[in-house]
Protein backbone atom coordinates (compact mmCIF):
# COMPACT_ATOMS: atom_id res chain seq x y z
CA UNK A 1 0.00 0.00 0.00
CA UNK A 2 1.48 3.75 -0.70
CA UNK A 3 1.87 5.86 1.76
CA UNK A 4 -0.21 9.03 1.44
CA UNK A 5 1.72 12.45 1.04
CA UNK A 6 -1.78 14.00 1.85
CA UNK A 7 -5.28 14.03 3.36
CA UNK A 8 -8.59 16.42 2.76
CA UNK A 9 -9.27 17.66 5.93
CA UNK A 10 -12.81 19.31 5.49
CA UNK A 11 -14.67 20.23 1.53
CA UNK A 12 -17.59 21.69 1.17
CA UNK A 13 -19.12 23.55 -2.45
CA UNK A 14 -21.49 25.61 -2.72
CA UNK A 15 -21.62 29.37 -2.93
CA UNK A 16 -18.17 29.70 -1.20
CA UNK A 17 -15.94 26.54 -1.49
CA UNK A 18 -13.90 25.98 1.21
CA UNK A 19 -10.94 23.16 0.62
CA UNK A 20 -8.52 21.95 3.23
CA UNK A 21 -5.58 19.72 3.15
CA UNK A 22 -2.67 18.45 5.16
CA UNK A 23 0.17 17.28 3.65
CA UNK A 24 3.64 16.47 3.86
CA UNK A 25 6.15 17.90 1.59
CA UNK A 26 9.12 16.11 -0.07
CA UNK A 27 11.39 17.95 2.68
CA UNK A 28 9.57 16.28 5.12
CA UNK A 29 8.02 19.80 6.20
CA UNK A 30 3.75 19.61 7.72
CA UNK A 31 1.39 22.20 5.03
CA UNK A 32 -1.88 22.70 6.48
CA UNK A 33 -3.21 24.51 3.73
CA UNK A 34 -7.20 25.78 3.15
CA UNK A 35 -8.52 27.89 0.03
CA UNK A 36 -11.99 29.40 0.00
CA UNK A 37 -13.70 30.55 -3.36
CA UNK A 38 -16.87 32.20 -4.21
CA UNK A 39 -19.02 34.58 -2.43
CA UNK A 40 -17.59 34.97 1.31
CA UNK A 41 -13.91 35.79 -0.31
CA UNK A 42 -15.23 37.99 -2.90
CA UNK A 43 -17.37 39.91 0.01
CA UNK A 44 -14.66 40.04 2.34
CA UNK A 45 -11.79 40.76 0.51
CA UNK A 46 -12.85 42.02 -3.14
CA UNK A 47 -11.07 38.92 -4.51
CA UNK A 48 -12.67 35.61 -5.57
CA UNK A 49 -10.05 33.67 -3.74
CA UNK A 50 -8.32 33.28 -0.16
CA UNK A 51 -5.12 31.15 0.53
CA UNK A 52 -3.91 30.46 4.15
CA UNK A 53 -1.51 27.74 5.20
CA UNK A 54 0.53 26.98 8.40
CA UNK A 55 3.80 25.38 8.20
CA UNK A 56 5.17 22.88 10.66
CA UNK A 57 8.57 22.42 10.12
CA UNK A 58 9.86 18.53 9.72
CA UNK A 59 12.12 19.20 12.86
CA UNK A 60 8.88 19.23 15.14
CA UNK A 61 6.95 16.32 13.35
CA UNK A 62 7.82 13.97 16.16
CA UNK A 63 6.40 16.57 18.95
CA UNK A 64 3.51 17.11 17.01
CA UNK A 65 2.52 13.15 16.54
CA UNK A 66 2.62 12.73 20.29
CA UNK A 67 0.90 15.50 21.23
CA UNK A 68 -1.74 14.28 19.23
CA UNK A 69 -1.60 10.78 20.07
CA UNK A 70 -1.54 11.91 24.33
CA UNK A 71 -4.77 13.81 23.38
CA UNK A 72 -6.40 11.30 21.23
CA UNK A 73 -5.65 7.72 23.21
CA UNK A 74 -5.17 9.61 26.64
CA UNK A 75 -1.31 9.07 27.27
CA UNK A 76 -0.62 10.57 30.64
CA UNK A 77 2.52 12.63 31.98
CA UNK A 78 5.31 11.67 32.42
CA UNK A 79 5.90 11.32 29.28
CA UNK A 80 7.14 7.67 28.67
CA UNK A 81 10.93 6.61 27.51
CA UNK A 82 9.94 5.79 24.26
CA UNK A 83 8.96 9.22 23.20
CA UNK A 84 11.74 9.99 21.34
CA UNK A 85 12.97 6.32 20.22
CA UNK A 86 10.02 5.04 18.88
CA UNK A 87 5.75 4.48 19.03
CA UNK A 88 5.55 2.06 21.76
CA UNK A 89 2.25 1.14 23.75
CA UNK A 90 3.30 -0.61 26.65
CA UNK A 91 2.59 1.87 29.26
CA UNK A 92 -1.95 3.07 27.89
CA UNK A 93 -4.63 2.08 25.96
CA UNK A 94 -3.25 -0.05 23.29
CA UNK A 95 -5.91 -1.34 22.46
CA UNK A 96 -7.20 1.47 20.92
CA UNK A 97 -4.54 3.13 19.26
CA UNK A 98 -3.84 -0.65 17.77
CA UNK A 99 -7.80 -0.82 16.51
CA UNK A 100 -6.89 2.95 14.79
CA UNK A 101 -3.59 2.06 13.16
CA UNK A 102 -5.11 -0.95 12.01
CA UNK A 103 -8.67 0.81 10.37
CA UNK A 104 -5.56 3.30 9.08
CA UNK A 105 -3.51 0.32 7.64
CA UNK A 106 -0.84 1.53 9.30
CA UNK A 107 1.93 -1.40 10.15
CA UNK A 108 3.40 -1.54 13.73
CA UNK A 109 5.25 -4.19 15.44
CA UNK A 110 2.62 -6.67 17.40
CA UNK A 111 4.60 -7.00 20.51
CA UNK A 112 5.54 -3.27 21.21
CA UNK A 113 3.40 -1.48 18.94
CA UNK A 114 6.34 0.58 17.30
CA UNK A 115 5.63 2.07 14.19
CA UNK A 116 8.39 2.05 11.32
CA UNK A 117 9.84 5.08 10.84
CA UNK A 118 8.78 4.61 6.88
CA UNK A 119 5.35 4.61 8.46
CA UNK A 120 5.27 7.57 10.30
CA UNK A 121 4.40 10.20 7.97
CA UNK A 122 1.31 8.02 7.11
CA UNK A 123 0.38 8.17 11.13
CA UNK A 124 0.93 12.03 11.20
CA UNK A 125 -1.80 12.33 8.81
CA UNK A 126 -4.08 9.87 9.25
CA UNK A 127 -4.25 11.93 13.04
CA UNK A 128 -4.46 14.88 11.50
CA UNK A 129 -7.36 13.55 10.10
CA UNK A 130 -8.69 12.14 12.91
CA UNK A 131 -8.30 15.41 15.09
CA UNK A 132 -9.28 18.11 12.77
CA UNK A 133 -11.21 16.35 9.97
CA UNK A 134 -14.44 17.83 8.97
CA UNK A 135 -13.95 21.01 10.80
CA UNK A 136 -14.46 23.97 8.72
CA UNK A 137 -12.25 25.58 11.47
CA UNK A 138 -9.48 22.67 10.89
CA UNK A 139 -6.38 25.72 10.50
CA UNK A 140 -7.66 27.73 12.75
CA UNK A 141 -8.16 24.91 15.54
CA UNK A 142 -4.75 23.03 14.55
CA UNK A 143 -2.94 26.55 14.88
CA UNK A 144 -4.94 27.01 18.45
CA UNK A 145 -3.44 23.02 19.40
CA UNK A 146 -0.13 24.36 17.90
CA UNK A 147 0.09 27.08 20.45
CA UNK A 148 -1.19 25.28 23.39
CA UNK A 149 1.59 23.05 22.67
CA UNK A 150 4.60 24.88 22.28
CA UNK A 151 5.21 24.11 18.77
CA UNK A 152 6.73 26.46 16.50
CA UNK A 153 4.81 27.04 13.37
CA UNK A 154 4.71 29.49 10.12
CA UNK A 155 1.12 30.81 9.36
CA UNK A 156 0.64 33.38 6.19
CA UNK A 157 -2.17 34.04 3.54
CA UNK A 158 -2.45 35.15 0.08
CA UNK A 159 -5.59 37.20 -1.41
Known sequence: MATPSSVRLYE???ATTILIDAEIKENGDLVLSGYDYGEAPEQT?????YEYWVVLEAAHLGR??????RIEFGLGWPLPAWLFNGLGLDDWDSDAIRGFLDAESIP?????GAVADADKEHLTLA?????????GSAVSLFVDFLKTQNIPYRFDTWV
Open 45 to 49: WGDSG
Open 12 to 14: TRG
Open 108 to 112: YDDRT
Open 127 to 135: LMRRCFGGE
Open 64 to 69: LRHALL
